[in-house]
Each structure stands twice: as C-alpha cells, then as structure tokens.
C-alpha cells in the first residue's frame, strides 16, 4: 500500500507564493519519477513540473520561471514551490508518483489533492 498526503495549499492574493509537500509512504521501493498536475475548476487535469530520481526537472511554459520543484530522494518527498502566483493559478493540486516495481515497470499513484486558490 502506497499512500501520498499533500500539504501547503491554501488562499493567497496574486504575486504572493505557496509552498505545496507531497510525503509519500508505504511499500514505495524506488521511486522513478515524482510530479505535480493540477485541476483547475471545469478543465482537465494537467502536469505542472516533474522531476527524476537523478533531480532532472521539467515545466509546463506557463509556470517555468516562477514553480521550482524538488525531491527528497531520502525521505520520499516533493516540494512545489510556487511564486508570482496568478489568478490562472488556482486549481486542486495533486502530487503523483511513479514507483518502479521491477524493470521498467512502474505503478503510478497519486494522492488526494490540496486546493490553491489565487484571489486577483
């Protein structure tokens, strides 16, 4: 059982920032990758940044230069740090991970979500 519990999220005016963690525990093993979509209300899910067990990081175009993420590769964790946010911002965030379970097979897990919402 793999469980993963987001925290951070919560009510901020535009241009302030958020810190989202996401924790995950159980029979994790190796993680592969860790990432950050998010669900803005009416629209679909989408990803936000991932990053790799080796720290390689990648953004959606609308986030780079203001969203860092990061990895604890000791403690199982991702951050999202989340500056200059932005009205458009706003949207329930998950965090996802993807577990290796053998060579090249992985199981993707995902946790429940945090709300960010971004007043103008």
């Known amino acids: 059982q793999v469980q993963l519990v987001e925290s951070g999220g919560g009510l901020v005016q535009a241009g302030g920032s958020l810190r989202l963690s996401c924790a995950v525990s159980g029979s994790i093993g190796s993680i592969d990758v860790m990432a950050w979509y998010r669900q803005a209300p009416g629209k679909q899910r989408e990803l936000v940044a991932t990053v790799t067990s080796r720290g390689n990081t990648n953004y959606i175009d609308s986030v780079k230069g203001r969203f860092t993420i990061a990895r604890d590769n000791a403690k199982n964790t991702v951050d999202l740090q989340m500056d200059s946010l932005k009205p458009e911002d706003t949207a329930v965030y998950y965090c996802?991970?993807?577990?290796?379970?053998?060579?090249?097979?992985?199981?993707?897990?995902w946790g429940r979500g945090t709300v960010v919402t971004v007043s103008s």
């Open positions: 996802k991970a993807e577990v290796l379970r053998s060579v090249g097979v992985t199981s993707n897990y």
